[in-house]
């Protein structure tokens, strides 16, 4: 079989064309980058008790005992520990308190859904 070369001509017929074709394939590129990156990082993470310390700004002696009584996640094997530092990111956001506008409001509701019950 014989190496055929082939080859594509393209005719620009102005420069809105040129402009047009270039950023349909920078659009394209940039897609296809954001999805990749997207794809990357649902990927989870394992990090040791080091750098689980520098996520939570707590000392390495405060994440043994936190682990010690199983308020922090984690995993072990071995004698090691592993921390996702998507669980750690969640942990964080579990301990986030309501604002005293949210609390009036929730508060508001409840009251407004047991009126309309009785």
Request: aromatic content about 8%.
């Amino acid at each position: 079989m014989e190496n055929t070369k082939i080859e594509n001509t393209l005719v620009i017929e102005s420069t809105d064309n040129l402009k047009k074709l270039i950023i349909d394939c920078v659009t394209v590129c940039l897609k296809a980058h954001d999805s990749h990156r997207a794809n990357t990082s649902n990927q989870e993470e394992y990090i040791n008790i080091t750098e689980a310390a520098k996520v939570l700004s707590l000392s390495i002696h405060t994440i043994y005992g936190l682990v010690n009584k199983n308020i922090l996640p984690y995993n072990k094997r071995g004698r090691r520990l592993y921390f996702s530092r998507v669980e750690l990111t969640n942990w964080i956001k579990e301990g986030r308190r309501k604002t005293k506008v949210e609390l009036e409001e929730y508060f508001q509701n409840k009251f407004a859904k047991n009126k309309a019950k009785s």
